[in-house]
């Protein structure tokens, strides 16, 4: 009856399902600076507006790890 709307939530749950699998996989293929470099390239208007264990926690680092690669740049 709704095909509309079953076309949608199968379109949206399909995009949820690629972008978990692609963030997985980063996790297993990269290392922590690579990490934190990738998510500063895709989400760098989160840098100043999230906590440094909220993004440690997200890409599954170390808070002190990350802020030892912070401390490189």
């Known amino acids: 009856n709704h095909h ?3 076309t949608f939530l199968r379109k949206l749950f ?3 399902a690629i972008t978990l699998l692609n963030r997985i996989k980063e ?3 990269k290392d ?3 990490l934190y470099e990738a ?3 895709n989400n760098s ?3 100043q507006r999230i ?3 909220d993004i440690a926690s997200y890409i599954g680092i170390s808070q002190v790890t990350l ?3 912070r401390a490189k740049k």
């Open 4 to 6: 509309c709307f079953e």
């Open 14 to 16: 399909s995009n949820a």
């Open 27 to 29: 996790m297993f293929n």
């Open 32 to 34: 922590a600076l690579g």
């Open 39 to 41: 998510f500063t390239l």
């Open 45 to 47: 208007h989160l840098l």
């Open 51 to 53: 906590s440094l264990g």
């Open 67 to 69: 802020s030892r690669i």
